[in-house]
């Protein structure tokens, strides 16, 4: 069983900053790609980014980025320290939701919520204007 911490969100001005973690417990990542997503009120959950496996970093090479963050939000992961890490800059109001870290066994980049057997709790961002 693995479990998955989320931290660092919190209230920023528009055009900030925020670094979200994922710790996981419990099992290595190693072998997981790991996703972020995240919700605002009354809308369903998407996927923002999401980093593959040392063999599986994107068909591409390259992390998965959905096109409203490109640019903005960075993934990485430290297998040796069991976390992976969103960087967020200018950050927007439309950023506000929850933010959510999942984990998918096989390690392999999917944008399906459904693919992700592990999540966290969430840590809640919030953009004021």
């Known amino acids: 069983q693995m479990q998955l911490v989320e931290s660092g969100g919190g209230l920023v001005q528009s055009g900030g900053s925020l670094t979200l973690s994922c710790v996981a417990a419990?099992?290595?990542?190693?072998?997981?790609?790991i996703g972020w997503f995240r919700q605002a009120p009354g809308k369903e959950r998407e996927q923002i980014a999401c980093?593959?496996?040392?063999?599986?970093?994107?068909?591409?090479?390259?992390?998965y980025y959905r096109d409203s963050v490109k640019g903005r939000f960075s993934i990485s992961r430290d297998n040796a320290e069991n976390t992976v890490t969103l960087q967020m800059v200018s950050l927007k109001p439309e950023d506000t939701a929850a933010y959510y870290c999942?984990?998918?066994?096989?390690?392999?980049?999917?944008?399906?919520?459904?693919?992700?057997?592990?999540w966290g709790q969430g840590t809640q961002v919030t953009v004021s204007s």
């Open positions: 419990g099992t290595t990542i190693e072998h997981y790609a």
């Open positions: 999942a984990a998918r066994f096989g390690g392999t980049i999917s944008t399906m919520t459904w693919d992700y057997s592990y």
């Open positions: 980093i593959g496996d040392s063999a599986n970093i994107g068909d591409d090479g390259k992390p």
